[in-house]
Structure formats: C-alpha cells, structure tokens
C-alpha cells in the first residue's frame, strides 16, 4: 500500500505564476488535509476536503489559494499569481474516517523567485 | 481549541530512554491526545495517540496523567534516528468537526552517539 504521494517534490515559479500541488491519498482514504510549512515554522492547517467537497477551508488565504479533490485523480492545491511569500513547504495528509490516524506526504517544496 | 506546552528541545545519549513531556490543562473530555515527529526535510510521521489509559506501540508508548492534564511520550531506546521535532497534539473526536491537526512549536530532540 503505497503512502501519501505528492508531486512534484520541489517546484521553483517565478512570481505572477501559478503553482500547482498534487497529492494522491493512501489507498481507500477519503479525507485529505492540506498543511503549509513557512520556513522556521510549526506547519499550519490550511483546507480538509473530503471527494468533491471542501469540509473546512478556515485556514486558506482568502485569495489566489484554491483546493479542489474531484471523484477521479489526486488532490490540487493551486496556487494563482505566487508571490516570495508563498515559499514554504506544503504538506498533504489522508486519513480514512475523520479523527483517525493521518497519513502524510514527504511535501512539495514550492520556492518563488 | 485546548493548547499544549512542550519544552524547545531535549537531548539524549543513543540506547538511552528518552521521556518528553507535554502540558495540556485545557484538554476537554473528548479530545485525544496524538504524537507526531517530524524529521529533517520529511512530512510528519504519526507516533502514538490515546485518549485517557496508557499506550504501547512498536514505536513508542504514552504515559497519560490521571487528569489528563499532561501525557508524556516514551522512546525506550533512543537511536540516531529518533532526532526529530516532536508534536503533542490535541484533536477533538467530534464527527460534526473537521479533524484537523494544530501543530505548535514541538520539542526539537537531539540524540547523541
């Protein structure tokens, strides 16, 4: 059973671009959890969805951030118009059911030049 | 949402026991308590978690006070591999809310040879 896949590892953009963050859930997990890392930093919740549906996003900036997990595919995190504050580590993690254990990827490094 | 309280950082010689703790005198009756590490350049890793009795795994165990006030986490033999950041973290098992993980500052473990 393969882990929690995200891709790519390391994503350089310049600024204005946009970036895109794909995460493939453990086998049979419907939960997926998206957390961003800024450097020297605790990570930090930003969106749960579950398939096709956003559950709880209070932790998504309220502009250019957007999480999609459709029934087919693995889940985005897109990031519109990427600014160097946007540099940081994000992290996704799957989980069967709701208040069980998750299960997180190795993270995609997004670096903005 | 109930907070923790861990120490910056601990250090311990290889193959020795190591025992970190964790304050949490906000807990509420429903929350379980969870031990995630992370090591260098690496997502999260679940350690352990428990709600009110004592817990053993492969990993580790976790100690959990009377009052639930405080848990401390028990690696029985540290090795080189165990240096990591350490989360203690409190996570509801409403159904009715979105499980999400808030991660604070962690106690930086150092094992030395």
């Known amino acids: 059973n393969a882990g929690v896949m995200q891709n790519p590892r390391h994503l350089v953009r310049r600024r204005g671009q946009e970036a895109r963050l794909r995460c493939s859930p453990m086998?049979?997990?419907?939960?997926v959890y998206w957390y961003r890392q800024l450097p020297e930093e605790g990570l930090k919740f930003m969106v749960y969805?579950?398939?096709?549906?956003?559950?709880?996003e209070s932790g998504m900036p309220k502009e250019r951030f957007s999480a999609e997990f459709p029934k087919e595919g693995p889940s985005i995190l897109r990031i519109q118009q990427v600014v160097r504050g946007d540099s940081a580590a994000y992290f996704c993690?799957?989980?069967?059911?709701?208040?069980?254990?998750?299960?997180f990827g190795q993270g995609t490094r997004l670096t903005v030049v | 949402d109930a907070k923790t309280t861990q120490p910056n950082s601990m250090e311990s010689n290889e193959e020795e026991p190591v025992h970190l703790p964790c304050n949490h005198s906000t807990i509420s009756g429903t929350d379980y308590i969870h031990w995630y590490r992370q090591l260098p350049s690496q997502g999260p890793e679940y350690v352990i978690h428990g709600l009110t009795s004592n817990v053993n795994n492969r990993m580790a165990s976790l100690a959990i006070a009377e009052d639930r006030k405080s848990s401390t986490l028990i690696l029985h033999r540290a090795t080189l591999r165990d240096a990591a950041v350490y989360y203690c973290?409190?996570?509801?098992?409403?159904?009715?809310?979105?499980?999400?993980?808030?991660f604070g500052s962690g106690t930086q473990l150092t094992v030395l040879p």
């Open positions: 973290i409190l996570s509801p098992i409403s159904s009715g809310s979105a499980r999400q993980l808030t």
């Open positions: 969805l579950q398939k096709e549906n956003i559950i709880d």
């Open positions: 993690a799957s989980s069967p059911l709701p208040g069980t254990e998750a299960f």
């Open positions: 086998k049979g997990h419907s939960h």
